[in-house]
Nanobody
């Protein structure tokens, strides 16, 4: 089992930046692939980004490619999402997830989410 706690959400203006963090516990952090998902009001949950166990490979949704960067610090059991050039459509609850692969269906453990609101 793995426990995940997101932090760093908040209110920012369009064009601004925000960094989300995810603290993991309950198992060896490096044994899992990690990812970020988001869900906006009235919409389905969507994949944002994923990173391999050692951080050597990443995957991004087309909508965030070039603006968001996923990274991990295994000694600190921490997953990060650096979000730049934020747009109003990035507004959503962002969830940290742990899994065994980089595909959206490969993730099974989830945090409670952190709200990101981008004002235009």
């Amino acid at each position: 089992q793995v426990q995940l706690v997101e932090s760093g959400g908040g209110l920012v203006q369009a064009g601004g930046s925000l960094r989300l963090s995810c603290a993991a516990s309950g198992r060896t952090f490096s044994s899992n692939t990690m990812g970020w998902f988001r869900q906006a009001p009235g919409k389905e949950r969507e994949f944002v980004a994923a990173i391999s166990r050692m951080g050597g490979h990443t995957s991004y949704a087309d909508s965030v490619k070039g603006r968001f960067t996923i990274s991990r610090d295994n000694p600190k059991n921490t997953l990060l999402l650096q979000m730049n050039s934020l747009k109003a459509e990035d507004t959503a609850v962002y969830y940290c997830a742990a899994g065994w692969g980089l595909r959206p269906a490969d993730f099974a453990s989830w945090g409670q989410g952190t709200q990101v609101t981008v004002s235009s």
